[in-house]
């Protein structure tokens, strides 16, 4: 069936890296939003991109949506160790299905 | 203060009785969700419902039931035929339907032995 699919799982960054998680799916998607949790907290959410090929930046990070609409991913620079949390993206297909990729643990050491 | 409250923040049952985990919402928002996130993974959609006295079973709806009498309020019941009902349970909700930005409340952690 449908999944959304994110790598790496784990990435362990030092303090002042880049760090980028990828979301890849099995069908075309309608949206892609991502999400932050922190540990022990709730996701809360990032932003959203619709369009094929959209580009968005929220200060250090840069958001991306695939030309086929399958992929997307969200690049962190001179990451800071309030970025630590486990990143997820999120997709809705063409059937109104949505699913939560398995998320990407980043830990951030200073 | 507008928001989404889920109670309590832990629960502890035995095996074999139900359980019912609380969700409230005053964002005014139609649609409302309940996903599963077991350590070290994603969000798995239980239920979730566009609009009041009507909710659609997500990809997980085994041994849970929900209701949605009011527009504020999402009840779960995980039954006693939930096979491993430990879990955190996350309570969202959105302005648009499914795939829309979701609020999620502080979640549910739920301990059964």
């Known amino acids: 069936g449908q999944q959304v699919m994110q790598i790496p799982q784990y990435q362990h960054v030092q303090e002042g890296e880049d760090f980028t998680t990828y979301c890849n799916s099995s069908?075309?998607?309608?949206?892609i939003q991502w999400y932050k949790q922190r540990p022990g907290g709730h996701p809360v959410f990032l932003i959203q991109?619709?369009?094929?090929?959209e580009v968005k930046k929220q200060k250090r990070l840069t958001f991306q949506f695939g030309e086929a609409k399958k992929n997307s991913s969200l690049h962190i620079t001179a990451t800071q160790t309030t970025d630590v949390g486990t990143y997820f993206c999120a997709g809705r297909d063409n059937f109104n299905k949505f699913y939560f990729g398995s998320g990407t643990k980043l830990n951030v050491k200073p | 203060d507008g928001g989404i409250t889920q109670s309590p923040k832990y629960l502890f049952r035995k095996e074999g009785q139900n359980v019912t985990l609380s969700c409230e919402q005053n964002l005014n928002h139609d649609a409302m969700y309940w996903y599963r996130q077991d350590p070290g993974q994603g969000l798995r959609l239980i239920y979730y419902?566009?609009?009041?006295?009507?909710?659609q079973k997500g990809d997980i709806a085994e041994g849970y039931s929900v209701s949605r009498e009011k527009k504020e309020s999402f009840p779960l019941t995980v039954t006693s035929a939930q096979k491993n009902p430990t879990a955190f349970y996350l309570c969202?909700?959105?302005?648009?339907?499914?795939?829309?930005?979701?609020?999620f409340g502080p979640g549910t952690r739920l301990t059964v032995t």
């Open positions: 419902s566009q609009i009041v006295n009507d909710f």
């Open positions: 069908t075309t998607l309608s949206n």
């Open positions: 969202a909700s959105s302005q648009q339907g499914l795939g829309g930005e979701q609020y």
């Open positions: 991109l619709v369009k094929s090929g």
